[in-house]
């Protein structure tokens, strides 16, 4: 069976576009989609990806408004949580897991952003 090979995008409507691409380059280091040809993309390195719908009354994204959450690998949680919290950035890190640690932040629109630095 041929199947994909991994994310090749995730896009979803803003309020401000640009500004929200803006926000997640500065705080979080994904690049904005290439406007032109030799413009850089955003590379993600080769990990685990969970792919999970949930049901649609789950309170796990909190708003229930929002549809979608994102969930980024990091290698240190706790070194990325100080750098989102020294630009004024409100996260809240859970207790760890069998499968890792996570934190919960916000994007300016509102969006829930998971961040999970995997066991191992």
């Known amino acids: ?3 994909v090979t991994g994310i090749g995008g995730l896009f ?12 997640y380059q500065e705080h979080l280091g994904v690049t904005m989609m290439p406007s032109k040809e030799n413009d850089p993309v955003w590379e ?8 999970a719908p949930f049901d649609e009354k789950t309170k796990y994204f909190g708003d229930m408004q929002k549809v979608w959450m994102v969930n980024f690998r990091v290698r240190d ?5 100080a750098q989102l919290r020294a630009a004024g950035i409100e996260v809240k890190i859970y207790p760890p897991d069998p499968s ?18 995997p066991v191992g």
Not at 77 to 81: G, I, S, T, Y
Not at 110 to 116: D, K, M, S
């Open 44 to 51: 993600q390195e080769a990990g685990r990806t969970v792919f």
């Open 1 to 3: 069976m041929e199947k």
């Open 77 to 81: 949680l706790d070194k990325m949580a």
């Open 100 to 117: 890792g640690k996570f934190a919960r932040l916000h994007d300016p629109e509102g969006n829930p952003i998971e961040l999970w630095q």
């Open 12 to 23: 979803f409507r803003a309020h401000d576009p640009k500004g929200l691409a803006q926000w």
